[in-house]
């Protein structure tokens, strides 16, 4: 199996894996803050889907410019729609992804090795911040994890 099939799949597991962990999470849960600094279920599931567009956005980059330098993703709690339900901050972040795929499934092989120079980690290749989405997400379960863990006590 190829790195560029394990980084799909891995990507394609993610809204399922969200969504399994999201299924018994009730609004008030989804709002608790365990941590009155951290962030919420919501949060998270709001930060995905952010994450996700401004991602895409700068793969097209990556793709369309001859080696760009792009601009660590921080994270931004303004844009976190909180008054949604949690449902509908899923369902974004899984069109989202899904818009993500699509885009992934039509580069031609080499284009996974595109250059780029990000800000804070130097000179690297597409693939490798497709791995790096990857971690992102991985992160991000073990963090609504966590929550979930918290709120349960």
Do not use: K
């Not at 401004?54 to 976190?80: D, G, I, K, W």
């Amino acid at each position: 199996m190829s790195r560029r099939s394990v980084l799909m799949e891995a990507l394609g597991s993610t809204p399922r894996d969200l969504a399994r962990t999201l299924r018994r999470v009730g609004p008030e849960q989804a709002l608790a803050r365990p941590d009155p600094r951290g962030w919420c279920i919501a949060d998270v599931v709001a930060h995905l889907a952010d994450v996700e567009a401004r991602y895409l956005e700068r793969l097209h980059r990556v793709v369309a410019e001859a080696s760009p330098t792009v601009a660590e993703l921080r994270p931004n709690p303004s844009a976190h729609e909180l008054e949604r339900p949690l449902a509908e901050l899923l369902a974004a972040f899984v069109a989202r992804r899904e818009t993500m795929l699509a885009f992934l499934a039509s580069l031609e092989q080499h284009q996974w090795g595109r250059r780029l120079v990000h800000e804070t980690g130097g000179p690297t290749r597409l693939r490798d911040q497709v791995q790096a989405l990857v971690g992102h997400d991985n992160e991000h379960l073990a963090q609504i994890a966590t929550l979930r863990e918290l709120l349960d006590q």
